[in-house]
């Protein structure tokens, strides 16, 4: 049987790169399984106390952490399509000044939007006095995608995103590289913010789908190899018998 050298090729081609994107999904489930456990242990945690010292993003995203300082109402940013139990709304993000100097900025909760006017904010209560929130690190207050930076202009209280480089850059405020998820107040003390989080890492089970069907497709690639090649070397047998010369009829 002759191997066709360019479809064998094709075939091991497609062959290698489907098996090798099996592998990065597997590798991506397995990434996804280590941070899951990770964020699980520093839930777990005691709070890490956030003072005026700078923090490394890298040092702190997903502790759990706690925060004692004054919010700063008149610096308030609402991000825009932050959609709950399929109802649209906005997420608060405020400055909290520190007690001892700093700033954070801290993702208070989710408030549900006018269908009528988006600009009509909800009614919520901030405390005029020193706090003390705990909450989860993160390295912003979600991000939702945009065309270009529109949603997401300076000096606007209603946005798409909000970056704390940008934020820092445009209030002049010295932040902490991170924002504060809160998750409360100690002690508890009602807002009307809803602060049912979504879990910040999910889907491993599509990761763990998506390398099944990746080397699925590298096995059909060898089925459809083998068989293309079976069906050649019947055909070629099938030929070779059909140009066999006819036994001769002369006498002997």
Same mark, same amino acid.
């Given at each position: 049987?002759?191997?066709?050298?360019?479809?064998?090729?094709?075939?091991?081609?497609?062959?290698?790169?489907?098996?090798?994107?099996?592998?990065?999904?597997?590798?991506?489930?397995?990434?996804?399984?280590?941070?899951?456990?990770?964020?699980?242990?520093?839930?777990?945690?005691?709070?890490?106390?956030?003072?005026?010292?700078?923090?490394?993003?890298?040092?702190?995203?997903?502790?759990?952490?706690?925060?004692?300082?004054?919010?700063?109402?008149?610096?308030?940013?609402?991000?825009?399509?932050?959609?709950?139990?399929?109802?649209?709304?906005?997420?608060?993000?405020?400055?909290?000044?520190?007690?001892?100097?700093?700033?954070?900025?801290?993702?208070?909760?989710?408030?549900?939007?006018?269908?009528?006017?988006?600009? /009509?904010? +909800?009614?919520?209560?901030?405390? !005029? %006095?020193?706090?003390?929130?705990?909450?989860?690190?993160?390295? &912003? $207050?979600?991000?939702?995608?945009?065309?270009?930076?529109?949603?997401?202009?300076?000096?606007?209280?209603?946005?798409?995103?909000?970056?704390?480089?940008?934020?820092?850059?445009?209030?002049?405020?010295?932040?902490?590289?991170?924002?504060?998820?809160?998750?409360?107040?100690?002690?508890?003390?009602?807002?009307?913010?809803?602060?049912?989080?979504?879990?910040?890492?999910?889907?491993?089970?599509?990761?763990?789908?998506?390398?099944?069907?990746?080397?699925?497709?590298?096995?059909?690639?060898?089925?459809?190899?083998?068989?293309?090649?079976? /069906?050649? +070397?019947?055909?070629?047998?099938? !030929? %070779?018998?059909?140009?066999?010369?006819?036994?001769?009829?002369? &006498? $002997?």
């Amino acid at each position: 049987m002759k191997i066709r050298l360019v479809p064998a090729l094709l075939i091991l081609i497609v062959m290698a790169v489907t098996i090798r994107l099996g592998f990065w999904q597997r590798d991506r489930a397995h990434q996804k399984e280590a941070l899951q456990a990770q964020i699980t242990r520093y839930e777990n945690a005691n709070p890490q106390p956030v003072g005026a010292a700078p923090v490394a993003l890298e040092d702190i995203e997903f502790h759990r952490v706690r925060a004692r300082g004054t919010f700063m109402p008149e610096r308030v940013v609402y991000l825009d399509n932050r959609p709950y139990n399929d109802q649209p709304g906005f997420y608060v993000v405020m400055p909290l000044k520190l007690e001892g100097g700093g700033y954070v900025l801290v993702n208070r909760g989710w408030l549900p939007r006018n269908i009528e006017d988006r600009e /009509r904010i +909800a009614p919520y209560l901030t405390p !005029t %006095g020193p706090v003390e929130v705990e909450g989860i690190a993160r390295a &912003d $207050a979600s991000r939702a995608f945009e065309l270009g930076a529109g949603g997401s202009a300076a000096h606007q209280k209603i946005r798409q995103n909000l970056g704390v480089a940008s934020y820092a850059a445009e209030t002049g405020l010295p932040l902490q590289s991170f924002v504060i998820q809160q998750t409360g107040f100690v002690p508890a003390y009602k807002d009307g913010l809803v602060r049912d989080w979504p879990v910040p890492v999910a889907d491993v089970e599509r990761n763990y789908g998506y390398m099944l069907q990746w080397w699925g497709m590298a096995a059909a690639a060898l089925g459809f190899g083998l068989y293309a090649a079976r /069906r050649a +070397a019947t055909k070629e047998r099938s !030929t %070779g018998r059909g140009q066999e010369p006819a036994p001769s009829t002369k &006498d $002997a």
